[in-house]
């Protein structure tokens, strides 16, 4: 069983900033993509930043130049470093990888995690 597992989330002002973090455990062969997506109250979850096992990335447009997802191969990890925070970025942000569960999986499977709530208010 592959757990991935959120943190750093919490109340920011408006400028501020903030830093998750996802650990993926359990039995696993490969993680290719890692990601975060977030969903904020009333709307559809959207991507937010993606990146490969390679280190290419990908943004939204509306976290462009504010966040940035980096990763720790080593350590099963990804983040997000979220700067300059606004008021719209509040949602629960969710991590998501695609994994091979073994060295005979003939396909890759999405893992989610539980989320991590970030609010932005004054």
């Known amino acids: 069983q592959v757990q991935l597992v959120e943190s750093g989330g919490g109340l920011v002002q408006p400028g501020g900033s903030l830093r998750l973090s996802c650990v993926a455990s359990g039995s696993m062969f490969a993680i290719n993509v890692m990601g975060w997506y977030r969903q904020a109250p009333g709307k559809e979850r959207e991507l937010a930043a993606i990146?490969?096992?390679?280190?290419?990335?990908n943004y939204a447009d509306s976290v462009k130049g504010r966040f940035t997802i980096s990763r720790d191969n080593a350590k099963n990890t990804v983040y997000l470093q979220m700067n300059t925070l606004k008021p719209e970025d509040t949602a629960v942000y969710y991590c998501?990888?695609?994994?091979?569960?073994?060295?005979?999986?003939?396909?890759?499977?999405?893992?989610w995690g539980q989320g991590t709530l970030v609010t932005v208010s004054p």
């Open positions: 990146i490969t096992s390679g280190g290419l990335t």
């Open positions: 998501k990888a695609n994994i091979l569960r073994s060295e005979r999986s003939l396909s890759w499977s999405e893992v």
